[in-house]
């Protein structure tokens, strides 16, 4: 997405990421993996939230509104990524995150559940 490796280099990392998460599996890690996604209308509103709020102004740079105009492509990336990176040893959950509180007990249950057995 912005040019800091080339193509077949990401595209061979989804290998050495399985590997590598195989690797702590199989040593007893219990790797919880967990994406927020939030649809484009939310983020915007809260860009401008955090924009007019001083106390949230610092978290917001000129990146973020750069690759807000990459919506698309990196909506593409992280379908890829999160295809080729979910395995039954390490599998990917995908955390609504449009309502904040739903998003912060759906995060705590799955950590929970993959952790009860410990």
Do not use: C
């Not at 990336?77 to 080729?84: H, T």
Request: cysteine-free; hydrophobic content about 35%; charged content about 35%.
């Amino acid at each position: 997405m912005e040019g800091l490796a080339t193509e077949a280099d990401w595209k061979r990392a989804y290998g050495e990421i399985n590997d590598f998460e195989r690797s702590l599996t199989d040593d007893g890690i219990t790797l919880v993996k967990i994406w927020l996604e939030i649809d484009k209308d939310i983020q915007l509103k809260r860009f401008i939230d955090r924009v007019e709020n001083p106390k949230k102004a610092w978290k917001i740079t000129s990146d973020d509104w750069r690759s807000r105009q990459q919506w698309d492509a990196y909506t593409d990336a992280v379908e890829e990524m999160l295809a080729r990176t979910s395995t039954k040893h390490a599998p990917w959950t995908v955390v609504e995150g449009n309502d904040k509180n739903y998003a912060r007990l759906k995060t705590l249950r799955t950590v929970l559940d993959a952790t009860s057995d410990l």
